[in-house]
């Protein structure tokens, strides 16, 4: 078993392929709970100090276009019809009959009335909704932290697809950032990432290695 490793790049698209190189070659092969095999490493730790330059791996099958419009799932509370987004997780949750809870609104509140906080930290876990459920969210945590400057954002993931979702995560949380940067007047920093399992699926093997060996990958 593979516990415990750290990845510290400049950019989303270093911090992927690094991230899958390790993956690939110290991984452990398992099937999960659905009978799928994967290659994972427990507790990945990813720091990118600098989320919005190189914000889109050339090799990524999704473009910009579909990538903000992810990014804005991040951002609005609204539901088009989806079990849950993170977006209404994050920005529009409430107990049946209750008031709608803007968690990013209250970090911000916390932000910018004492810059120092621990405690501008938004959940996207319900344990009355999602404890019985299958189908339930992968990133867990959003905490912001304001120093000297510059606000950076730690997540916590309890499963990650790291060939296909990362950059798609990193690239959505980055516009969260910015729009959390803009609210407390601040500049925007680093996200570092909490991967429980960082995994790569059985079906993304074959390009994931294709793209490591230097040859044209096959999204």
């Known amino acids: 078993m ?31 709970e659905r009978g799928t095999r994967i290659r994972e490493i427990l507790a990945l730790q990813v720091v990118v100090e600098d ?49 709608p809870v803007d968690q990013l609104e209250q970090a911000a509140i916390r932000l910018r009335s004492n810059p120092a906080t621990r405690r501008a930290t938004a959940v996207t876990w319900i344990p009355p909704v999602d404890a019985a459920k299958e189908e339930v969210p992968c990133m867990m945590v959003d905490d912001f932290k304001l120093r000297d400057g510059k606000l950076n954002l730690t997540v916590l993931f309890r499963s990650h697809d790291f060939a296909g979702a990362y950059p798609a995560n990193l690239y959505g949380l980055t516009r969260v950032l910015e729009y959390m940067a803009g609210e407390v007047g601040a500049e925007v920093g680093s996200i570092s990432t909490t991967s429980a399992s960082a995994h790569i699926y059985d079906h993304d093997w074959d390009w994931v290695e294709e793209m490591l060996r230097g040859r044209p990958a096959k999204l």
Do not use: C, H, V
Request: glycine letters at 10%; hydrophobic letters at 30%; aromatic letters at 12%.
């Open 51 to 99: 989320p919005r330059r190189e914000m889109i791996p050339p090799q990524y099958s999704w473009n910009r276009d579909r990538l903000e419009e992810y990014a804005q799932q991040l951002l609005t509370g609204e539901n088009p019809g989806f079990e849950y987004t993170y977006g209404e997780r994050l920005r529009a949750w409430s107990l049946p009959g209750g008031p």
């Open 2 to 32: 593979k516990l415990g490793r750290l990845i510290r790049a400049a950019t989303i698209a270093e911090a992927w392929q690094r991230g899958l190189n390790l993956i690939w070659r110290q991984g452990q092969e398992l099937k999960d």
